[in-house]
């Protein structure tokens, strides 16, 4: 089926192409108006202008006057550069109501791996990696939304010396106490010792040598060192699997450094025997990054890059080139995207030219989404020091305000403890992920949990309840008859929920293509603030004519349906009452 835009960009191209010939097509687009008032789209002539060697005045005003008393059209007005398109009601809310997810369409299947959430075993997660795992299974819906092939993984760095630091303080200072014996969740336990390293080397700088020679044990497969490896990562992974189902981050695949940074190692063995990586005099081997790529002086000697310590350790990147290589060659995967901080930005700069070097031509195809940082009051968090906002407390402190809420709301109807439970559950963390996901991944957060779980502005609840009374209506409304008349509606409350209903599809396609959910959360909440105002100027149920209360029962049931797809998008679950 044409939708409303393809035939207006019909209609106006054969204008253009009557009176211009030679005409190509550039420049030809259609957008939502941006007042509802001036008409539901508006056609932007400046690119046509560039092309046509025309003004824009000229071309608005000509297209405006061919088109004039076409029956499409309710009205149609050139102002200024722009012509403004009013489409007769009957097709505009006929296209929205044979809205469809190929209508988002973008891809036939291609296979696309998108790592995200890739934690260290050796501490809790906390609100950083919530923003990567919020982050990540947005895109991860989005894209599979659209038709890609999306495996959702996570690398896990079950590996290295700030694994043996916690490894190393429990051995020393653990007494051999337990997550059981303590009653702590198993990665708060292991943190826990993280923490206590760092203290204790401060005072005691041999602990570092101790770390990075029990790093050389681990990597001899020493067994004493093996089995405290799996006993403490064990722990953690039970702590990892509760907090991700609070959270309810999902995942198709796992990958651990410590299968794969050995076929890093014989990556890089292999280009240091075609001469593309270099020994060092200290015996590490490096890469010598191209000057001018990456904007270097000659004699810089950051030039380089490690890629193997000079003990034969590993470092990030070495496993990095081993998960690249399992991917794009053994696995098959068109395209990786990796979701990790904006501090990792030279890092993956880095890894890309390396596997450039190397040969690998699939390098091309990695894609980093970075994402900017979360911060304190008094500033970047840091989990050797302990100064985390913990990703289990944070997840605890937004259901207890979610609760409160749901309690004051539902104040004389006595709902049982389960029900208030699973409500305050869909809203707290609801609020948590849409506050997350409503900037844009560059922007730096200040994360406020108050803030977040209002009902009121920009918020996940917001939209929830939004959904929630749209549910509560159609309920009330019981049997209504199908067959209802879209003529009838048209009004400009009307036209804006219909205009921002419509407008989803394309901000999902370019939140798919411009790797920001933010786009589609923009969306969502306009949909929800559309439907506010239209709820509140106009009757639906109270409506006396029950052929126009028929046809805003069918629009409002077509808004809930849209309105949870994008909210499902974001990972949002939606409620049928709050």
Same mark, same amino acid.
């Given at each position: 089926?044409?939708?409303?835009?393809?035939?207006?960009?019909?209609?106006?191209?054969?204008?253009?192409?009557?009176?211009?010939?030679?005409?190509?097509?550039?420049?030809?687009?259609?957008?939502?108006?941006?007042?509802?008032?001036?008409?539901?789209?508006?056609?932007?002539?400046?690119?046509?202008?560039?092309?046509?060697?025309?003004?824009?005045?000229?071309?608005?005003?000509?297209?405006?006057?061919?088109?004039?008393?076409?029956?499409?059209?309710?009205?149609?007005?050139?102002?200024?550069?722009?012509?403004?398109?009013?489409?007769?009601?009957?097709?505009?809310?006929?296209?929205?109501?044979?809205?469809?997810?190929?209508?988002?369409?973008?891809?036939?299947?291609?296979?696309?791996?998108?790592?995200?959430?890739?934690?260290?075993?050796?501490?809790?997660?906390?609100?950083?990696?919530?923003?990567?795992?919020?982050?990540?299974?947005?895109?991860?819906?989005?894209?599979?939304?659209?038709?890609?092939?999306?495996?959702?993984?996570?690398?896990?760095?079950?590996?290295?010396?700030?694994?043996?630091?916690?490894?190393?303080?429990?051995?020393?200072?653990?007494?051999?106490?337990?997550?059981?014996?303590?009653?702590?969740?198993?990665?708060?336990?292991?943190?826990?010792?993280?923490?206590?390293?760092?203290?204790?080397?401060?005072?005691?700088?041999?602990?570092?040598?101790?770390?990075?020679?029990?790093?050389?044990?681990?990597?001899?497969?020493?067994?004493?060192?093996?089995?405290?490896?799996?006993?403490?990562?064990?722990?953690?992974?039970?702590?990892?699997?509760?907090?991700?189902?609070?959270?309810?981050?999902?995942?198709?695949?796992?990958?651990?450094?410590?299968?794969?940074?050995?076929?890093?190692?014989?990556?890089?063995?292999?280009?240091?025997?075609?001469?593309?990586?270099?020994?060092?005099?200290?015996?590490?081997?490096?890469?010598?990054?191209?000057?001018?790529?990456?904007?270097?002086?000659?004699?810089?000697?950051?030039?380089?890059?490690?890629?193997?310590?000079?003990?034969?350790?590993?470092?990030?990147?070495?496993?990095?080139?081993?998960?690249?290589?399992?991917?794009?060659?053994?696995?098959?995967?068109?395209?990786?995207?990796?979701?990790?901080?904006?501090?990792?930005?030279?890092?993956?700069?880095?890894?890309?030219?390396?596997?450039?070097?190397?040969?690998?031509?699939?390098?091309?195809?990695?894609?980093?989404?970075?994402?900017?940082?979360?911060?304190?009051?008094?500033?970047?968090?840091?989990?050797?020091?302990?100064?985390?906002?913990?990703?289990?407390?944070?997840?605890?402190?937004?259901?207890?305000?979610?609760?409160?809420?749901? +309690?004051?709301? /539902?104040? &004389?109807?006595? @709902?049982?403890?389960?029900? !208030?439970? *699973?409500?305050?559950? #869909? %809203?707290?963390?609801?609020?948590?992920?849409?506050?997350?996901?409503?900037?844009?991944?560059?922007?730096?957060?200040?994360?406020?949990?108050?803030?977040?779980?209002?009902?009121?502005?920009?918020?996940?609840?917001?939209?929830?309840?939004?959904?929630?009374?749209?549910?509560?209506?159609?309920?009330?409304?019981?049997?209504?008859?199908?067959?209802?008349?879209?003529? +009838?509606?048209? /009004?400009? &409350?009307?036209? @804006?929920?219909?205009?921002? !209903?419509? *407008?989803?599809?394309? #901000? %999902?396609?370019?939140?798919?293509?411009?790797?920001?959910?933010?786009?589609?959360?923009?969306?969502?909440?306009?949909?929800?603030?559309?439907?506010?105002?239209?709820?509140?100027?106009?009757?639906?149920?109270?409506?006396?004519?029950?052929?126009?209360?028929?046809?805003?029962?069918?629009?409002?049931?077509?808004?809930?349906?849209?309105?949870?797809?994008?909210?499902? +998008?974001?990972?949002?679950?939606?409620?049928?009452?709050?």
């Amino acid at each position: 089926m044409l939708t409303v835009e393809n035939k207006i960009l019909t209609k106006v191209s054969h204008i253009l192409q009557e009176k211009y010939p030679n005409f190509s097509g550039n420049g030809l687009s259609l957008n939502f108006s941006p007042e509802i008032k001036f008409g539901d789209f508006a056609l932007p002539c400046f690119l046509l202008a560039k092309e046509l060697k025309s003004s824009p005045l000229e071309i608005s005003s000509m297209i405006a006057g061919i088109l004039f008393g076409d029956n499409f059209f309710v009205k149609i007005e050139a102002a200024g550069p722009y012509v403004n398109f009013t489409v007769k009601a009957e097709f505009l809310f006929d296209d929205l109501m044979n809205l469809e997810q190929k209508d988002c369409f973008l891809s036939d299947g291609e296979k696309i791996i998108l790592e995200y959430l890739s934690p260290n075993t050796n501490k809790p997660l906390h609100l950083g990696h919530v923003r990567n795992g919020c982050l990540g299974m947005a895109m991860a819906n989005i894209l599979a939304y659209v038709g890609y092939d999306v495996t959702r993984a996570s690398l896990v760095n079950d590996r290295g010396i700030h694994i043996c630091k916690s490894m190393l303080a429990w051995q020393k200072f653990g007494n051999g106490e337990t997550p059981e014996t303590t009653g702590e969740k198993g990665d708060h336990f292991v943190g826990r010792y993280y923490v206590k390293f760092a203290k204790e080397s401060d005072t005691d700088p041999s602990l570092n040598d101790e770390a990075q020679d029990m790093l050389r044990r681990w990597e001899a497969r020493d067994p004493e060192i093996m089995a405290l490896w799996e006993k403490m990562n064990s722990w953690v992974y039970a702590g990892f699997t509760e907090t991700y189902k609070t959270l309810g981050f999902n995942f198709d695949k796992f990958y651990y450094e410590s299968a794969l940074y050995n076929l890093g190692k014989d990556i890089v063995a292999d280009g240091l025997k075609r001469d593309v990586l270099k020994k060092e005099e200290d015996g590490s081997i490096a890469y010598a990054l191209p000057v001018d790529k990456f904007g270097l002086d000659q004699d810089d000697k950051e030039k380089r890059v490690t890629l193997l310590r000079k003990d034969g350790t590993s470092v990030y990147i070495t496993q990095d080139l081993g998960v690249a290589h399992k991917r794009f060659e053994e696995e098959k995967y068109s395209r990786a995207v990796y979701v990790v901080g904006s501090e990792q930005i030279y890092h993956f700069k880095c890894l890309i030219e390396v596997l450039r070097a190397l040969g690998f031509a699939w390098a091309d195809n990695i894609k980093h989404l970075s994402y900017g940082m979360v911060y304190l009051p008094e500033g970047k968090m840091k989990s050797r020091e302990g100064k985390v906002v913990d990703a289990d407390n944070l997840a605890a402190e937004l259901i207890d305000l979610a609760k409160a809420a749901v +309690l004051e709301k /539902n104040a &004389e109807s006595k @709902l049982d403890e389960a029900e !208030v439970m *699973a409500r305050a559950i #869909k %809203i707290g963390i609801g609020a948590l992920k849409f506050y997350i996901l409503r900037v844009s991944a560059d922007i730096d957060i200040h994360f406020d949990p108050k803030e977040s779980i209002s009902f009121d502005g920009v918020t996940g609840p917001y939209c929830q309840y939004v959904f929630a009374r749209i549910n509560s209506i159609v309920e009330k409304a019981g049997e209504v008859s199908e067959d209802f008349d879209l003529s +009838l509606l048209g /009004n400009l &409350e009307e036209r @804006l929920l219909a205009q921002k !209903v419509l *407008a989803l599809p394309v #901000k %999902i396609k370019e939140a798919a293509q411009s790797s920001n959910p933010s786009v589609v959360a923009s969306g969502v909440y306009e949909i929800a603030k559309a439907f506010n105002q239209f709820y509140h100027h106009h009757q639906i149920l109270g409506e006396t004519d029950k052929k126009i209360s028929a046809a805003r029962l069918a629009l409002i049931k077509k808004t809930a349906a849209v309105l949870k797809i994008g909210l499902e +998008l974001l990972g949002i679950d939606t409620l049928s009452a709050m």
